[in-house]
């Protein structure tokens, strides 16, 4: 059987953008909220920092929409971060991805998974290592088959944590009781440090709100891809934002402030104060979201290593795809394997959350700056999709993301300097696969 050099062009818009929403809706909008509440502990600050958070996303989207269109290729931000600052850039986000980014986020939801299996078996810390192990390796497996089963997958599991969130807005709107529960929107009762308390807030909301980009990664596999591409993203946050919006606020009918401030597991509790068996109803929807999301995972990030192993930057091995499948499989199980060393080094979600995400933003902001360098230098190409309210929309999105980098830096510099320690370690692979490339023999 002939070696295909080509991956399989099928992924609809409808597709795509089920798998914009699924790579954002996991574990963060069930686990999160306490957190934030905890940050902010005012009715109207948790809504508007989650809508702050959404408002980000959608900023970015709507930049990353024109950036999409421009570069309809396997990869998606680090093509852009390629293409606008040089292949430098582009590897430390690809190192980035498979050393801290993905690879934590997937160890962070194969730990949180394995725990909410522990609501219907007794299972010890090893049991859940093994469980968030398998899970891995079980989903990188059926998603390795082919983009085919990555849509099925992402159609299926997107639609059933979809109709779990509406469930649980459904119940907090019907059984809201005013004598048990009182909604206060004034700014009455505020933290001394505002700014820094939407910080620290904001750290779970881009947790939760990320990965929409991911369908920017499958753009080389998607049908009229410089069209869908943008689309999917943009339609992936604007579903996100209004279901946390409306999820929140059924939290808040249900629950007080300080019982959510002081619950790692919010929607079980708000559920299981109307219903007996709310909790057990709640966890396997929030198995389900996040079993979908480490599906999702496990195929988006390896294309991402898959086009710098075909620019010369990386193992050359993560290139190659399988004769009948044509899926980058060994750059698929590369990653689930570092995520399970991960799992074994870091074990809790607490551990990861603000690693994961400082260095996310991080390099997302880098990839917002290329649209104003692309303007510049690529002015009469091809645009299908170009950013509405330029440059006003990408600023924000910047000056934002920068914002939120640097509060992260002074508040939470511990995992931020852990980040960027990581990602420097990746300097002399660079080194030696720009040396390789230059001289292949």
């Not at 089920?18 to 954002?24: D, L, N, Q, R």
């Not at 980000?56 to 024109?66: D, P, R, S, V």
């Not at 909790?279 to 929807?285: Q, R």
């Not at 510049?376 to 910047?398: A, C, D, T």
């Amino acid at each position: 059987m002939n070696q295909p050099t080509q991956l399989s062009k099928k992924l609809t818009l409808y597709g795509l953008t089920m798998i914009a929403v699924g790579s954002c809706i996991g574990s963060g909008i069930f686990v999160a909220p306490g957190q934030i509440v905890s940050a902010v502990g005012n009715h109207t600050l948790v809504l508007l920092v989650w809508l702050l958070g959404g408002v980000i996303a959608l900023t970015g989207a709507l930049t990353f929409a024109e950036l999409g269109s421009l570069f309809p290729k396997a990869g998606g931000v680090y093509v852009f971060l390629k293409e606008a600052f040089g292949d430098f850039w582009g590897f430390l986000y690809g190192w980035a991805i498979l050393l801290v980014i993905t690879s934590g986020a997937l160890a962070a939801l194969a730990m949180a998974f394995a725990d909410y299996m522990s609501f219907f078996f007794s299972l010890t810390e090893t049991h859940k290592i093994i469980i968030a192990s398998a899970t891995l390796l079980f989903l990188t497996g059926i998603n390795a088959v082919g983009i085919d089963m990555t849509q099925w997958f992402a159609n299926i599991f997107t639609g059933l944590k979809l109709l779990a969130i509406l469930a649980i807005i459904g119940v907090g709107f019907l059984f809201y009781d005013s004598s048990k529960v009182v909604l206060d929107f004034s700014l009455t009762n505020t933290p001394d440090n505002i700014i820094g308390a939407m910080i620290l807030g904001l750290v779970g909301v881009l947790f939760s709100m990320g990965g929409w980009h991911h369908a920017s990664y499958l753009a080389e596999e998607t049908i009229n891809a410089k069209r869908n591409v943008p689309r999917a993203m943009i339609l992936g946050v604007i579903v996100v934002m209004v279901v946390y919006l409306l999820v929140n606020l059924a939290y808040m009918l249900l629950l007080p402030l300080d019982a959510i401030a002081s619950s790692d597991k919010v929607a079980g509790d708000a559920v299981g104060s109307v219903f007996s068996i709310g909790g057990k109803l709640v966890a396997i929807g929030i198995a389900i979201s996040i079993f979908g999301t480490i599906g999702i995972y496990t195929v988006t990030a390896p294309r991402i290593y898959y086009a710098m192993a075909k620019d010369g930057v990386f193992f050359p091995q993560f290139a190659k795809l399988h004769p009948r499948w044509k899926t980058p499989f060994i750059a698929m199980f590369t990653q689930a394997i570092w995520a399970i060393i991960l799992i074994f080094i870091l074990r809790t979600f607490t551990n990861l959350i603000t690693y994961v995400t400082f260095m996310d933003i991080l390099f997302m902001t880098m990839a917002g700056v290329s649209i104003f360098i692309f303007r510049r230098k690529f002015p009469e190409r091809e645009r299908l999709v170009k950013v509405w309210g330029y440059p006003m929309i990408p600023l924000i999105f910047v000056l934002i993301s920068s914002a939120f980098v640097v509060g992260v830096l002074l508040d939470k510099p511990q995992q931020a300097w852990g980040g960027l320690v990581v990602v420097g370690l990746g300097l002399p692979f660079y080194w030696y696969f720009k040396r390789k490339k230059a001289h292949p023999s």
